[in-house]
């Protein structure tokens, strides 16, 4: 009795015992300021705010709205990424299993003979023997150094990172989502102008073909005129191509083959560019999914290193067991048929060849390597940052540049047509002067396509926007 009081009593002093290093955070040095125009400032982390923002809402596109909807329930990657945290959750569990003792009932009988001589069964009168019994086992190593928690500590680490790489999946997935639907609206304005290119094109072609029957226009002429038609015509074919393209991924996206998927065209398509404000929070980068997933690696491979240093204490087993045997289940459950047994095993490796202090090493060269992906992962998110803003910025530049120029053109096409109707210039000037026009509004139009690609890109960038 004393014997097992002073077990108990060793497993829970020892079993708040945990070897190894508790977990840190590596430290990385932040900016203070962003190279591309942003600045930082404080504001309190919201992780789940962020993974639960419908940042898509702000492109004011029912179209989009609904695609987005769509392939978060039926892409595939999240799919699977689903099924991985799932699995990592099932981890947590099994690992919280090794805390509690392990028990077992069995019941079992027999009928033979001959024997041993013992008298835990009775003899019939033939020489054949019956045994009946009933255990209830018990077994538990207890905790002393910390190993079981570890482990638990990590498996709850790897949930959190499959945690976070289902919202990153998540993010992805919408972000392709509306950049392809970006795309193909892009396409769908390069498709109209590119029409109307073709057609002024193949009027130009006319008219120049007749008077080069007439002798006014030369054969170089002719050619540069054919040319121009032809150009066109390949330059449309290209818009054509990319639209049905990004059709296409937009189908596998929201999980249906692309026979039986399609996108309206819209050729009246207005962009929209969430612009993002002078300030940001400081701590947007622990929004971002893949941030979060590499940080969490690395508590898990940190909590790995107490696994692997608990391998050098020794290991207490309590192992236990009550039953009953007789020779028929009739009376077996009878005080003279109990049996029972207790006793504890301390058990130590004292020599195994340096494999217990291989696998600390292993462990913490596998600890500096996933730290050091850590502090990569996080510059190059601060990278990603930089290039979405200065893509921004100067998309903007730009679009402010060909806006600029295409009013111009509107001008100079106005008064053309008025001096067509005065009779002071040609149909052909005329012409020429829209075909002008048409490339500035193309100009324009696709800058502004990819400056609303652009800010999809940054707000994935920001792990799903700016919002404090």
């Known amino acids: 009795m004393k014997l097992r009081y002073s077990v108990l009593f060793l497993s829970l002093v020892l079993g708040g015992c945990m070897v190894g290093p508790d977990y840190q955070k590596p430290a990385m040095q932040l900016p203070q300021t962003f190279k591309e125009g942003a600045q930082w400032q404080r504001a309190v982390s919201n992780p789940q705010g962020a993974l639960d923002s419908q940042w898509w809402l702000a492109y004011q596109d029912p179209v989009l709205n609904d695609l987005v909807a769509r392939s978060a329930k039926a892409n595939q990657s999240i799919i699977a990424a689903e099924a991985a945290y799932r699995l990592a959750q099932a981890q947590v569990a099994s690992s919280r299993a090794g805390l509690w003792p392990t028990v077992g ?7 033979g003979e001959g024997g041993d001589g013992t008298t835990s069964s009775a003899a019939t009168s033939t020489g054949v023997k019956n045994s009946v019994s009933a255990t209830l086992t018990a077994s538990w190593e207890p905790d002393l150094w910390g190993q079981v928690r570890r482990g ?12 976070a790489l289902l919202a990153g999946v998540r993010l992805s997935i919408s972000s392709s989502v509306a950049s392809n639907y970006l795309a193909l609206r892009q396409m769908d304005i390069d498709v109209r102008l590119l029409q109307q290119q073709q057609a002024i094109n193949q009027q130009l072609l006319d008219m120049i073909q007749a008077q080069f029957t007439q002798g006014v226009a030369t054969n170089d002429q002719l050619l540069v005129a054919q040319d121009q038609l032809t150009t066109s015509i390949a330059d449309l074919q290209t818009s054509l191509r990319d639209r049905e393209q ?17 996108v309206a065209p819209r050729t009246d398509f207005s962009f929209v560019v969430p612009r993002p404000p002078l300030t940001l929070p400081s701590t947007l980068l622990q929004r971002r999914p893949d ?3 590499a940080e969490r690696s690395v508590a898990a491979a940190n909590a790995k290193i107490g696994v692997a240093e608990a391998a050098f204490f020794p290991t207490l087993d309590l192992t236990a067991s009550l039953g009953y045997r007789g020779s028929a289940l009739g009376g077996l459950f009878s005080l003279p048929n109990r049996i029972w047994t207790l006793g504890p095993a301390l058990a130590e490796t004292i020599f195994d060849g340096g494999a217990r202090e291989a696998a600390v090493k292993q462990a913490e060269a596998s600890y500096d390597q996933i730290a050091a992906n850590y502090r990569g992962t996080v510059l190059s998110a601060l990278q990603n940052v930089e290039d979405n803003l200065s893509a921004i910025n100067h998309l903007q530049t730009q679009a402010d540049a060909f806006q600029q120029v295409f009013a111009r053109n509107q001008q100079l096409f106005g008064s053309q047509e008025a001096q067509l109707r005065a009779g002071t210039v040609s149909r052909e000037a005329v012409l020429t002067q829209q075909l002008v026009l048409l490339q500035a509004e193309q100009n324009l139009r696709d800058t502004q396509g990819q400056l609303s690609q652009g800010s999809v890109a940054l707000i994935q960038s920001l792990g799903g926007g700016w919002q404090p």
């Open 105 to 111: 009932v069995g019941l079992s009988g027999s009928r």
């Open 152 to 163: 638990i500590e990590s498996s709850q680490a790897t949930a959190q990172q499959s945690d």
């Open 246 to 262: 990004y059709e296409h991924a937009l189908a596998v996206l929201v999980g249906m083959a692309p026979s039986e998927f399609s």
């Open 291 to 293: 941030v979060v997933a």
